[in-house]
């Protein structure tokens, strides 16, 4: 069975910063492409970053490009998604999600798992 499971979620102020952790079971994570998408209210789901097996290549969305961060950890199942200088249009329900494509996806219809979703609150 196939899980994806995120933590690390909060409320924290503008400027600080947050560690995404997403824990991942039920499919060779080494072999997976995985990504962090995040979706507002009332807006739909969008990409954040993305980071591929295939070639280590990463990808961020050009609002957080050198402000996140996302790594992954294949012996522990795990990927992360540091965030920093945190910003009040930052906040959203966070998603972790994993394909099979070799390469950085950035469209959400190519995933093939996701998880339950970590809620981030930044306060101005």
């Known amino acids: 069975q196939v899980q994806l499971v995120e933590s690390g979620g909060g409320l924290v102020q503008a400027g600080g910063s947050l560690r995404l952790s997403c824990a991942a079971s039920g499919f060779t994570f080494s072999r997976m492409s995985l990504g962090w998408f995040r979706q507002a209210p009332g807006k739909e789901r969008e990409f954040v970053a993305a980071s591929s097996w295939g070639n280590d290549n990463t990808a961020y969305e050009d609002s957080v490009k050198g402000r996140f961060t996302i790594s992954r950890d294949n012996a522990k199942n795990t990927v992360y998604l540091q965030m920093n200088n945190l910003k009040p249009e930052d906040t959203a329900v966070y998603y972790c999600?994993?394909?099979?494509?070799?390469?950085?996806?950035?469209?959400?219809?190519?995933?093939?798992?996701w998880g339950q979703g970590t809620q981030v609150t930044v306060s101005s």
């Open positions: 999600a994993a394909t099979t494509f070799s390469s950085v996806v950035r469209t959400r219809q190519n995933y093939n798992y």
